[in-house]
């Protein structure tokens, strides 16, 4: 039976056929949500924790079951997608009108060589109990308060540092001119789209050179993971953007794995 055989009876009898043990962990699922009024505009996101790019298939799915004498309202997508390394990515978006009580369900899921990789699932206005695997259920008012809190809260505060209050998801800007200044507004942009929210400030810093030639050095606690030539074109920047984020990434892996080995020995 194809794959997407078994996404429509998933969705249409509230059935889970695929066990956990076949996600593997390395492509992360994920779907976001936006509340912009009556309309709720869902995205289909991958992450790719692994160090190398990765190939996969996708499918997405928004379903408003069929109230009594209506018609089921059903929005689907699928497709290939190369996920690089360190980076999450949107594979896509749809736009549905939910209104106060309506039940809507989203799921997303990854596939690799046909092996189910990666997957979410979430239900707005539904029914706690009711849905299989205790997907996200949310309800429309939660989802519009969700969404004011996240952009009060751009840049959270961490407590639980036993040292005292630890500043998470900081970047600093510290550029000298427009290019400079571009790339940094592009990075900081592609960091809240992967959710990096790291554990030490990122400093964007941008030094003079010979001419009218400038660097840009990324700066993680001293460590400067990047630096490169300043070009003012937008694809350039736009590129050396998303390098630096998977660069980024790839520290804070690395830290978190670091402290993870130190806690057991």
């Given at each position: 039976?194809?794959?997407?055989?078994?996404l429509?009876?998933?969705?249409?009898?509230?059935?889970?056929?695929?066990?956990?043990?076949?996600?593997t962990?390395?492509?992360q699922a994920?779907?976001?949500?936006?509340?912009?009024?009556?309309?709720?505009?869902?995205?289909?996101t991958?992450?790719?924790?692994?160090?190398?790019?990765?190939?996969?298939?996708?499918?997405?799915?928004?379903?408003?079951p069929a109230a009594?004498?209506?018609?089921?309202?059903?929005?689907?997508?699928?497709?290939?997608?190369?996920l690089?390394?360190?980076?999450?990515?949107v594979?896509?978006?749809?736009?549905?009108?939910?209104?106060?009580?309506?039940?809507?369900?989203?799921?997303?899921?990854?596939?690799?060589?046909d092996?189910?990789?990666?997957?979410?699932?979430?239900?707005?206005?539904?029914?706690?109990g009711?849905?299989?695997?205790?997907?996200?259920?949310?309800?429309?008012?939660?989802?519009?308060?969700?969404?004011?809190?996240?952009?009060r809260?751009?840049?959270?505060?961490?407590?639980?540092n036993?040292?005292?209050?630890?500043?998470?998801?900081?970047?600093v800007?510290?550029?000298?001119?427009k290019?400079?200044?571009?790339?940094?507004?592009?990075?900081?942009?592609q960091?809240l789209?992967?959710?990096?929210?790291?554990e030490?400030?990122?400093?964007?810093k941008?030094?003079?050179?010979?001419?009218?030639?400038?660097?840009?050095?990324?700066?993680?606690?001293?460590?400067?993971?990047?630096?490169?030539?300043?070009?003012?074109?937008?694809?350039?920047?736009e590129?050396?953007?998303?390098?630096?984020?998977?660069?980024?990434n790839?520290?804070?892996?690395n830290?978190?794995?670091?402290?993870?080995?130190?806690?057991?020995?």
């Amino acid at each position: 039976m194809r794959p997407y055989l078994f996404l429509s009876l998933f969705l249409l009898l509230s059935i889970s056929l695929f066990s956990q043990d076949e996600v593997t962990g390395d492509l992360q699922a994920k779907i976001d949500m936006q509340s912009q009024g009556t309309f709720t505009k869902f995205l289909a996101t991958a992450y790719n924790t692994t160090e190398i790019n990765k190939s996969i298939r996708y499918e997405f799915v928004v379903v408003q079951p069929a109230a009594e004498g209506g018609n089921q309202n059903r929005l689907e997508q699928s497709g290939f997608q190369v996920l690089p390394s360190g980076i999450k990515k949107v594979l896509s978006e749809q736009t549905m009108v939910i209104a106060q009580d309506q039940r809507t369900i989203a799921f997303l899921i990854l596939y690799q060589d046909d092996k189910v990789v990666g997957k979410d699932r979430v239900v707005i206005n539904g029914r706690n109990g009711n849905d299989a695997q205790q997907p996200v259920v949310i309800s429309k008012e939660a989802l519009q308060q969700q969404q004011k809190e996240a952009q009060r809260n751009i840049q959270d505060v961490d407590q639980s540092n036993s040292d005292g209050i630890t500043l998470r998801g900081m970047v600093v800007e510290d550029t000298k001119t427009k290019p400079g200044s571009d790339f940094y507004k592009e990075y900081y942009a592609q960091y809240l789209a992967n959710n990096i929210n790291g554990e030490q400030i990122v400093t964007i810093k941008e030094d003079l050179g010979m001419g009218s030639n400038t660097k840009i050095k990324v700066i993680i606690d001293q460590n400067v993971i990047m630096e490169f030539f300043v070009n003012p074109r937008a694809t350039y920047i736009e590129q050396m953007a998303g390098q630096a984020i998977m660069r980024t990434n790839q520290y804070f892996r690395n830290l978190r794995k670091n402290k993870t080995l130190q806690k057991r020995y």
